[in-house]
Structures are given as C-alpha cells and as structure tokens.
C-alpha cells in the first residue's frame, strides 16, 4: 500500500496514476450529460482542474478550458476583446466561489492559475511556454501577439510588444506533413 511507503517515493508513484479519483459532493447543477454519460460542467471542470492538477498541467489544462468557455472559434481574431470579455466573465464567478473555500486543499494554486490563465492560446505548447515565461517573470508577454509584415498581419504565438520579440512554439506540427511548405510560402 502506498501509504506504508516514504513521503517521496510514496508522491512519484501516486504520480504515476492514470486515473485519481476524488469523491466530493457535487450540486446537480454542476452535473451535465454529454453524449449520454453524466460529466461536470465546463465550470466545475475548469474549477477542479484548477484545483487539483499539477499546477504545470492545470495551466495548460485551465486555457484550454477558458478557450471553449469563452467561445473562441476560428474568427476570434476579429474581435479579441470580446473572447476577453466572454472569458473573465466565465472566470469571475469561479474566483468568487474560491472565496467561500478558504483553506482548502487547492484553493490558493487555483487563485493565481485563474487569474494568469487566457483564452487566447491555441496549442498546449503555447500554454506551456507562456507558463515558463510566467514563472521566470516575464509578465508582459501577450499570447497570440498581431505583427504588421509586408506580407499583411500575422500573429506570433507568444510576444512582448514593447521588445519587439515573439516566439513560435509548434512550427513543426503547424508546417510538418504534406501541406507544410504550401503553409510557410502563404505565410511569407
């Protein structure tokens, strides 16, 4: 049994699970059904990953979440501020619900992840980084940063306006296969 084990090799292997169950009260609210199986909300969702993921993950996790939540589609671009909007408003509710939680297990961890957490990465690697960036201090970075080339607007994955810097996290999956040199001449 893990518990008969040491603290450390006791937390790796509890790691190492596929699945982790967590038994808590749920409100019927929170409980729909999708394709017939019940499931927690998008709200509960986001809110328990927030929660009780490794903070790496519940970031990647939580943008992802905040992404479908604020109804981020394939024309975004053309109104940014309004999947802003859609998306603090989606996380205003889950911040107020942390309130009434002082002191349980994952609360605090959720706070800053909801509050650094955005709509606007399309691509867990681009989550991942903006996390990294985050964590080494680089709090004006802007995801999904609009550049004017000669070419017209493009957008790099993760950028600093004010260094004009950008990087581009998944280049080999967006341009890789049979239609990616077709990809980089469009782009050029």
């Avoid at 084990?5 to 699945?19: A, F, Q, S, W, Y």
Wanted: include cysteine; charge should be negative; glycine fraction near 10%.
């Amino acid at each position: 049994p893990s518990w008969n084990l040491p603290r450390t090799e006791r937390k790796e292997r509890l790691g190492r699970r596929g699945v982790v169950h967590h038994k808590m009260a749920l409100d019927d609210s929170e409980v729909v059904e999708l394709r017939g199986i019940p499931v927690t909300d998008l709200a509960r969702t986001t809110l328990d990953a927030a929660r009780f993921l490794p903070p790496d993950d519940a970031f990647v996790a939580v943008e992802s979440l905040l992404a479908v939540a604020a109804g981020r589609g394939e024309w975004w671009r053309q109104d940014p501020g309004e999947v802003q909007d859609a998306a603090s408003a989606f996380v205003a509710p889950l911040l107020t619900s942390l309130a009434d939680m002082p002191g349980q297990r994952g609360v605090a961890q959720a706070k800053d992840i909801l509050s650094l957490a955005g709509p606007f990465s399309e691509s867990a690697w681009e989550s991942e980084l903006r996390r990294i960036a985050l964590a080494a201090g680089y709090m004006e970075l802007v995801p999904q940063l609009k550049v004017v080339t000669g070419h017209g607007p493009r957008w790099v994955d993760l950028g600093h306006p004010g260094m004009r810097r950008g990087c581009e996290v998944n280049g080999d999956v967006k341009y890789g296969g049979p239609d990616g040199a077709r990809k980089v001449r469009a782009e050029e």
